[in-house]
Structures are given as C-alpha cells and as structure tokens.
C-alpha cells in the first residue's frame, strides 16, 4: 500500500504499531513469567513480574492518547479507521492480560509449598498452550493475517477443555486432601485467569478478522467452558471421617 | 523529501543586496521614470492648453457683433402696408446715415458711407415693421448691424488707434475743406519725425536700388568690353554686326548711367529731407494716418510740419475759434491706409457714431439663428447645427441597432468556422478604412445608384453609420465578452433559453460599454467632414435645414467652408466653429460619462 | 414490544438507501471534448430524495457528469456527450425535448456564488416569470417567501428584499442561489462543489440545509471534502481518471470500500 501524503500520518500510525508491538511484547514475557513463577515457585521472578505491570499500563494510557489524537488531527477513513479503534481496543485487551498475568504471579508468592505435581503439570500445559495463543494472535496481528488469527479463535475451545479438565482434577484432589483445599483453590483462580486470557486472545483475534476485512465474525464464538455449571458429587466412602 | 547538501548552500543562503549604492541607483531610476511621466503629461497639457488657447483667444472676438443705432424714418410713400415686402428698406437705411452725415455729399463717399451698414439691414428693417406696421410714417430708432470690415475695424482687429491730447492751443484757418492748424509749441514733431523715417527708409530702398544697378552696369561694361574686343578681331559682315551690339549695349548702358543718376538724386535728395529739421512734409498713403479732432470736427492730415498740420476736413467744425489745450485730439491709425480696408474717412464716421454712443456691442445671435451667407456679419452657425444634428440623429438610428444586432450575433449565435472568421476580420479591417472611401461609397451607391437628395442629411448620416458601424461593432462585443461567464451560467441553469440570457442579463450589463462606444463612435461622427464632402454637403446652404431630406450642411464641413474663405471677419468665426464643435463633443462625451455612471449603478 | 424484542427486530445493517426509486438513470455515458474523451462509460443511478455525492480527485470527470445531468455541456461548442440519461423514463438528450424544460426540473447551484447583479426579490422571481410559474404578484410574493424560507435565509433579508442581490454575504449568497434555483420548483438540484468558496460555518449551514431539503429534492453534490460528502449523501460514487471506479452507500465507502483505487484516495494515499 502506497504511504500517506502527509508524512505524519504516516508517522502516527506507525508509533501506534510500535507501541502496540512492545505492548504485546511485555505481556507475553508477563505472561510467561507468571507461568514459570507458578511452576517453579519462584518467589523473586513473581515479584518481579507483579512490579513490571506498571509499564504495561502506561503503555495503554499511551496508545489510548495516541489514537485519540489521530483521530481528531487527521479524521482517518476505512482502513486507517479501522486500525486506529483496533488498537484501542486491543491495547485494553493486552492491559487486561497483564493485569490478569500480574494475578497469577501474586498467587505464585503465596503458593509456597509442595503441591500435587499433577496438577501442576497440568496447568503448565494449560498455561503454555495459552502463552501459545497469545504469541500465535499477536504474530497473527503483526502479519495482518486473518486466517491466522481465526485458528487461535477456534482452538480457544481446546484451553476451555482443558479448563474443564483441570477443574475437576483441582476439585478431585481438594476432595481427597483437605489439607490442599487452600493451594488448591489458589490453583483454581490461576487456572481461570489463564482461561480469561485465553478469552482476551480471542477478542484480539476478532478484533484482528475485523480490521482486515472490514466485516465482524459471522460464527458465533465457540464456548467450550462448561466449569459453570459442573458439579460433583462427594464421593460416598471420602469425606474428613474417612482416613 | 529535500536534501541539504553543502555545496548549494552557498548560492541560497545569500542575502539580498541592500549596499547603499544599490538603492540609490533604484531610488534614480524611479524618479527619473516619475519625472519622464510628469514631462510628458505637461508636454501634452501645455500643446493642448496653448491650442485651445489660440482658438478661444481667435474665436471670442466673433461672440459679439456690433450694431449701430440708426433713426430710420418709415416713409409712408415707400412702405406699402399691403405689401411689407417690396419695400425697398435698404434706400431706407442708407438715408439714414446720409441724414446723420448731411456733409456727405460726392457719390463716391456716399457710396463709402452707405458701406458702414450691413447688407442684411434692410432684413432687419422689414422685421422691425412687421413686428409693427404702425412705426410706418414715423421716425425711430432702429439697431441695424455694421457691415464686417466696419465690425472688424471697431474691435480693433484692422488698426491699433492711438490719441492724445496735447497742453497746447491749436488754431484753425478755416471750417471746412482745406484747413491749416497751427499749434502752439512743437506738438507734431513725433509725426514730422515718424515721416522722416519713412523717408529715411525710402532713400535706403533707393540706394540699394541704385546699388544693384550699378552692378548691373559694371557687368554690362564687362560685355561691353569683351564684344569691343571680338569686334576688334572680327572682319566684315560679322564685325559689322558686332559693331552694330555694341552701340546697341553703349546706349543701354547709357540710360542705364542716367536712371543711375536719377536714382542717386532722388536718395539724395530723401535724405536731405529726412536729416533735414523742421520743414512740411507730406504724409502718404503708406504712413500711419493722422488725424486732427477739434472744435467738433475732424480733420485729416496731409501735410505735417513742427507745429502745423495742413488738411482736409472730413467732418466740418464748428467754429474757427482756438481750442483749448486738452481740448483737442491727435488721432492715430498706427496701420497705413494703403493696409486696411476701411479707410480714414469710414473711420472717421464710426468714430462720430461712437461718439453719439450709437454704436454697442452686443451677443452675435446671428451665429445661433440664422445659415451661412456671403457676408460675415450676416453668416451664422445653425444651419450647420441642425445640419450636425439631424445628420446624427440619422446615424445613430441606423448604426445603434444594426451594430448591436450583428454584435450580439458575432459574438453569442454564430458558429465557429470559417466564415465567422473572414466577417470578423473584415469588421475590424472596416475600422481602419480612411473616412473618404465611405465618402466615395456613399457618392457611388446612395447618391448615383439610388438617386438619393444630394447633400441631405438622410445621405450624411447614411455614409456616416457605415462608417461608424465597426466602431460599434468591436464596443459591443467587447462589452459583452466582458460579462462574467458566471452570469450567464447562473441564467441558464434556472432555465432561460439563449436569447433570454442574453437580453435579460447579458446586454443589460453589457450597456455601459455599448453605450460608451456608441458615444464615442456619435463623437467620432459628428467630426467627420472628408466623406461628406464626397457626397456634396459642401454646398453653400444659407437656409436652416427643417427635414432630413432638405440640402444641409455639418458643422466640421462648415468650419471648413470659412477657413477658406476670404473675408477678414471669418477668420474669427472659424474659431467660433470649432469652439462649438468642441463644446459639443465635450458634452457628448460628458453624456457618455454620465450614461455609463447611472447604468453601472442600476444594474 | 419490549426494548430487547425492539432491538431484536431492528435489521443490524440493512440501509434504507437502497430502497428508494431511481429518479434519473444514466447508462454508458462518454463525453468527449473534441477529441479528448473525458467520461468512459459511466453508468449511475441517482435515487429520489437522496443526497448522491460524487468525489474524486481533479479533472476525474465529476464536474463534468454533474453538468450532463442538465444539459449545461451543451453551452460548450466541442463537447459530445453519449449514452442514455433520463429522468424519470424521459431521455433528456431526446432532440425533440426543449433544454429549458430541463433546466427546469433539473437545477444547478455553482462553485462561486453567482445572484443576479438584481435585487434580492427579482432573484427569486426570474425564474417563476420566464416559466409563467406566477401569474399575479401576491403569487410571486409568496414564491419568493417560501424559496427563501427553505433556503434558511427569509428572517435575514425578509426586511430588504429590495437590496442588491450581490451586497450579501459569501455564505448568504449561495443560501440564495439555493432559493433561486428551489423556486422553480425542481425534481433534481444539482450542486457543483458548493461550499468550496464559503467558510466553515457557512458551510455548515448549507450542509444543514442540503438535510433538510432532501425529502423534496433529490440532490447530487460534488466534493472535494470527503468528510462533507460522508456527512451529507447517502450514497457515494468516487471517479477516477473519468472513470466510474466504486459506487455504494456512504458508509460502506467511507468505512470499507471495495476498490483499492476508492481507498487510497479517501485515505489520503494519492491525491
């Protein structure tokens, strides 16, 4: 596509890209970090990560201004419109996986003891699989590819499943052992955050389908969580008299 | 996207050259060129300011005619109340100046006397009656208008007059006829003096006379020699002849010798006259005129001495008695007599009117009311006037709608091509043609193909539009280009046809420029005089012209008409014209002002 | 019905443009200067009491279509125009219709501002006296009050009708020549970048006006100002090089339009 006549229009857009870029950027290394923190409970890295949100925030309030002054200044049409709302509202999309990354790592420094390995291998996978997401739409928005960014809508199902999964295992175990309802229910909060911003992921990778073409997503968006409304039993024979 | 690059930097980043001598160099050029302007507007002021200067200056003087006032007796056995007409009223006015000058008796100055008068007297004469047949059998005063060369006399265009009047007394031998004056003191001595000039310069004339023959006679001695010579060497019939010139050239040169002589005398002889003091002398024709008034007479000089003057009494006195000092009048006419029309003793008879107080200066009505004439004083402008006028008003009602008309065509209906092209430049080309050739057409094709009246306005104006046709033409289309387009796309987009745009908007704005060259062209028009002298408007028309198809004349052709003609008294009322002519053009333009003014606010 | 089940009937994006009937139909339209062809095959439809607008960067050819709509090409000796327009089943080019009627029902506002070097009343009322519109003077009166009156400009000149048309103001005179041309009662106004001359707030009157007076006209207005054209039409054809290159509702135009050509243009990538 040929450049703007003005060359600070041109200018305007393209620190709107590279602020959104380092943007995404952080959140994914957030999102990382807070995994790793979680897994490995590293003290020192959670608290690093809760520290390293600010930036992040900053960096919405930044683009937030920036939109708003290209609108005002150059009242952007079809495409240049479109991708000045797209960066405000992914730009709140990335905030919010911050945010929700900063949460994760805060319950990192209060999970400090042993806890069921498995379901800690469990939500390493769940929490590489959405740290994959995240990477897959923001590589999907840098390329501009839509088609990429509707794969990582529809394979939010898969997180949503093993949300599921993970759910009952953290609701099996805290059935078993009273003794890990508290871990265990720090580890059911990490696992929604990592569920929300699996969500978050997809909402840019709408935000991304629109951009490009102009047209909102026909499907309906796939909603494989199910955790709502799952309920289990206590079994029979367990129970705190039991040994 | 620029670069900046080192090496044109040093061409641009100079600065403009502000050196004192710079500007002063600039600030001399400007006001040498505001002084070339300034120049050439007070050239151009001062020729027109001293042109029209001349013609005022020449052209006033025919403002004013004077008239003398005359007792005129209505005699019942010469005017017939039935027939007012047949009066013979001239013999009526010239009885009355021979009764006023009862002295007058030889024909010839009668017939002098009876010249004081206008020809066109007895016009007035008969006017004055039928204005009011009961004067008849009674004696009244009438105003009659003085002929042109008295006219021309009394404002001293013909002679310079000088008087005074001398502190000594002066005694008269007799009353009339002959009569002597004998002043006391040397009172003519500047008259004696003045003749002694002339004489002076008569015996200078004399010598170089008698020095020119004498040349001729030493050439013809040469001759003289030379043939001797020849005849010396000649033989027989051809010395016979030779001999027979030379005698010839002998006596020649003899009389020759002898008119030599008399020429000699006769300077001689005017000089010792001239150097010569006191004496009498003659006053001739060709001196200023002298005469004496006194005792209530007049007295012509014809011979002047120191303290004498002998002469002729034109005007009979009254007593012999001896006039007191102050109490008499040395009149001197600085123009010979032998230079002027009206001679002394005519002068001598206005004077005696003037002094009756019968002679006044009035306004030259006749210039506004009646035709041209023979006679100067009788010759008016308004036959050229209405001439002009109806010539005009022919013109602009043929020109003003034709030119319009193909104007607007040209310019809004008619088609790009080739044709369009030709008409075009043969309208402007039609622009440049020299007047007489339209003259030359009107003669060709109004006068001889169509039998049209010779020299009638209806013809003048005829020739007149076609030559004022292409000024109009290029007027109006250039008005009309001059319409913003604007106009006439806010017309046709609410629907007006093409003739409506055009006569609702586009000719309205239009008019201040049609109309200024319209003017312009009427100006252009009213000037003209070579095409209608093609088509006879030179003719001599004495009567004011009452319709298109009466003989007239225009004012320009009329100008010219007395420019040649040979009378003193035109001269001045040339000037009067084309003072008029000029009046009326600057009021044509004034209208064109004022036309283009009131239409610019209106529309 | 509930405010949900309200929404829910709601279509989400089905434009009303659309919708309306065809009020002049142009087909394959070239014109030809001389030699030099300046439209190629443009074939247009504009709707009844919609507002089209036609953009496109200069000397593309909108000017030139907007004045073939009336006939105003045929002031220009070497203009050819081709192809079919009509209005309302009429074809205009037809040789035996007359221009004026046309011009009529068909009228024209320019780029500068141009009133009659008249009175403000003699304005408005030309065009009523040449068709015979008025027959006595209380119906010219109320002509001339009623143009003004929806050209927004009666409570200013109401009092000096009489004064020169041209003493008015840049914005106010072109209110007037809206009236002037609204007093013929025309089906079409066509409208020739109108407001390129005026200042903003004249601007925006005019553009207000346009709103108001698109449900008794049917106006097409060209622009240079994309911005006015996405506030004013509804429906938006953009020319290029004398060609037709997009045509469709305003907000698709403005906000995803099909041609890469289109985009490039209302995002200030070529001018």
Redesign the interface.
């Given at each position: 596509m040929q450049e703007h006549i003005v060359t600070s229009f041109e200018e305007a857009l393209d620190n709107i890209n590279e602020s959104l870029a380092r943007m995404g950027g952080l959140a994914e290394k957030q999102l990382a970090d807070s995994i790793e923190a979680i897994t490995r409970r590293d003290h020192a890295l959670a608290e690093k990560t809760v520290a390293s949100d600010k930036q992040i925030d900053a960096l919405e309030v930044d683009i937030e201004a920036q939109a708003l002054r290209l609108i005002a200044l150059r009242q952007p049409m079809a495409i240049d419109l479109r991708e000045t709302i797209s960066a405000i509202k992914i730009s709140a999309d990335l905030e919010r996986i911050g945010d929700l990354g900063k949460n994760v790592a805060k319950r990192a420094m209060v999970v400090d003891q042993a806890s069921p390995g498995r379901a800690m291998q469990g939500l390493e996978r769940m929490g590489r699989q959405v740290l994959n997401q995240l990477k897959e739409v923001l590589d999907a928005y840098a390329q501009r590819d839509h088609e990429r960014a509707m794969v990582v809508w529809r394979r939010d199902e898969e997180i949503d499943e093993m949300y599921n999964s993970l759910f009952r295992e953290l609701l099996t175990y805290m059935m078993e052992d009273p003794r890990t309802i508290s871990l265990c229910t720090h580890l059911l909060f990490v696992a929604k955050n990592l569920e929300r911003i699996g969500d978050h992921s997809t909402n840019i990778a709408e935000t991304v389908q629109f951009l490009v073409t102009g047209n909102p997503i026909e499907e309906s968006r796939p909603k494989g969580d199910t955790t709502s409304v799952t309920s289990m039993e206590f079994p029979p024979d367990a129970g705190p008299q039991a040994k | 996207m620029t670069d900046a690059t080192s090496n044109s930097g040093s061409v641009m980043d100079r600065k403009p050259d502000l050196s004192a001598k710079r500007v002063s160099r600039r600030y001399a050029a400007e006001a040498r060129f505001q002084a070339y302007g300034l120049g050439a507007i007070f050239i151009a002021v001062a020729v027109l300011v001293w042109l029209l200067g001349t013609i005022v200056f020449q052209g006033l003087p025919a403002f004013t005619q004077y008239k003398a006032t005359v007792d005129v007796t209505f005699d019942a056995d010469e005017v017939d109340p039935e027939n007012l007409a047949a009066a013979n009223y001239q013999a009526l006015a010239r009885r009355a100046l021979y009764d006023r000058f009862p002295n007058v008796t030889a024909r010839r100055d009668k017939r002098e006397l009876s010249s004081v008068l206008s020809g066109g007297a007895d016009i007035t004469l008969k006017e004055f009656v039928e204005a009011d047949p009961s004067v008849i059998g009674t004696t009244r005063k009438v105003q009659v208008s003085v002929s042109d060369s008295m006219d021309t006399f009394l404002k001293g265009q013909m002679t310079d007059i000088e008087e005074r009047r001398p502190d000594t007394e002066l005694v008269p031998s007799a009353i009339e006829g002959e009569v002597s004056l004998l002043a006391s003191g040397n009172v003519f001595a500047d008259i004696l003096a003045g003749v002694k000039v002339e004489l002076e310069a008569q015996a200078e004339d004399v010598l170089s006379s008698a020095r020119r023959e004498r040349r001729g006679i030493g050439i013809l001695e040469n001759d003289l020699e030379a043939l001797q010579a020849r005849a010396n060497e000649a033989v027989g019939e051809e010395r016979e002849g030779l001999l027979a010139r030379v005698a010839d050239l002998e006596s020649d040169i003899n009389a020759r010798i002898r008119k030599l002589s008399g020429l000699d005398e006769r300077a001689a002889f005017l000089y010792n006259t001239a150097r010569s003091s006191g004496g009498s002398l003659d006053l001739t024709e060709a001196m200023p005129s002298v005469l004496i008034e006194v005792n209530g007479g007049v007295v012509k000089a014809k011979k002047v001495a120191n303290d004498q003057i002998e002469g002729t009494a034109f005007i009979p006195l009254q007593s012999s008695a001896a006039a007191a000092s102050g109490d008499w009048t040395v009149v001197t006419y600085v123009t010979p007599e032998r230079g002027r029309q009206v001679k002394d003793q005519t002068a001598t008879w206005l004077r005696e009117l003037q002094k009756d107080g019968a002679i006044e200066s009035t306004f030259a009505d006749v210039l506004f009311t009646k035709g041209d004439s023979r006679a100067p004083e009788q010759a008016g402008l308004w036959g050229a006037v209405v001439g002009s006028f109806l010539t005009l008003i022919i013109t602009l009602m043929l020109s003003f709608p034709i030119g319009v008309l193909a104007a607007i065509y040209l310019e809004e209906f008619a088609?790009?091509n080739r044709i369009t092209d030709l008409i075009e430049v043969n309208i402007n080309n039609l622009a440049a043609v020299p007047s007489i050739v339209f003259g030359l057409l009107g003669l060709a094709m109004f006068l001889n193909f169509f039998g049209l009246p010779r020299s009638a306005p209806l013809v003048g104006g005829m020739v007149l539009a076609l030559m004022t046709l292409p000024t109009i033409i290029i007027a109006t289309r250039a008005a009309l280009k001059a319409v913003?387009p604007?106009?006439?796309?806010?017309?046709?987009?609410?629907?007006?046809?093409k003739v409506?745009v055009i006569t609702?908007?586009v000719l309205p704005?239009a008019m201040p420029g049609i109309l200024t060259g319209t003017i312009i062209g009427m100006a252009q028009a009213l000037g003209e005089t070579a095409p209608l002298l093609m088509i006879g408007m030179v003719a001599f028309i004495v009567d004011v012209p009452t319709g298109f198809t009466d003989p007239a004349t225009v004012l320009p052709v009329q100008i010219y008409i007395w420019a040649d003609s040979p009378e003193r008294a035109f001269v001045a009322k040339t000037s009067a014209a084309i003072m008029v002519l000029l009046t009326f053009l600057i009021m044509m333009n004034a209208l064109a002002v004022l036309l283009r003014r009131r239409f610019e606010r209106r529309? | 019905m509930s405010v949900a089940e309200n929404i829910a009937e709601t279509p989400a994006s089905e434009p009303a443009a659309t919708n309306m009937p065809v009020k002049m139909e142009t087909r394959d339209v070239n014109v030809f200067y001389g030699e030099k062809q300046a439209l190629f095959d443009v074939s247009l439809d504009v709707r009844k009491n919609q507002v089209t607008s036609l953009i496109g960067p200069s000397g593309c050819g909108k000017s030139t279509y907007l004045r073939c709509l009336n006939r105003m090409n045929d002031v220009v000796d070497i203009a050819r125009v081709t192809g079919s327009i009509k209005l309302d089943e009429d074809d205009i080019y037809d040789p035996k219709v007359d221009v004026v009627e046309i011009r009529a029902r068909i009228g024209m506002v320019f780029q500068k501002p141009n009133p009659f070097p008249k009175s403000i009343y003699d304005n408005i009322a030309y065009g009523p006296r040449i068709h015979g519109i008025a027959s006595t003077k209380n119906e010219m009166d109320e002509i001339v009050e009623v143009s003004l009156k929806r050209a927004g400009l009666w409570e200013e000149v109401k009092d000096r009708l009489a004064e020169p048309g041209t003493g008015l103001s840049g914005g106010q005179q072109q209110r007037l020549c809206i009236a002037r041309a609204i007093a013929v009662s025309p089906e079409v106004i066509l409208m020739d970048e109108p407001c390129s001359a005026l200042d903003p707030i004249a601007t925006a009157r005019i553009e207000e006006l346009i709103d108001e007076i698109k449900d008794k006209y049917s106006i097409v207005i060209v622009t240079h100002s994309m911005q006015q054209a996405a506030r004013v039409s509804q429906r938006t054809a953009f020319f290029h090089l004398g060609i037709l290159v997009e045509e469709g509702d305003t907000e698709q135009i403005f906000t995803n339009p099909r041609d890469e050509r289109t985009q490039d243009y209302i995002t200030g990538r070529f001018g």
């Open positions: - | 088609p790009q913003p604007s106009i006439r796309e806010a017309a046709l987009g609410i629907g007006a046809s409506q609702h908007h704005l529309w | -």
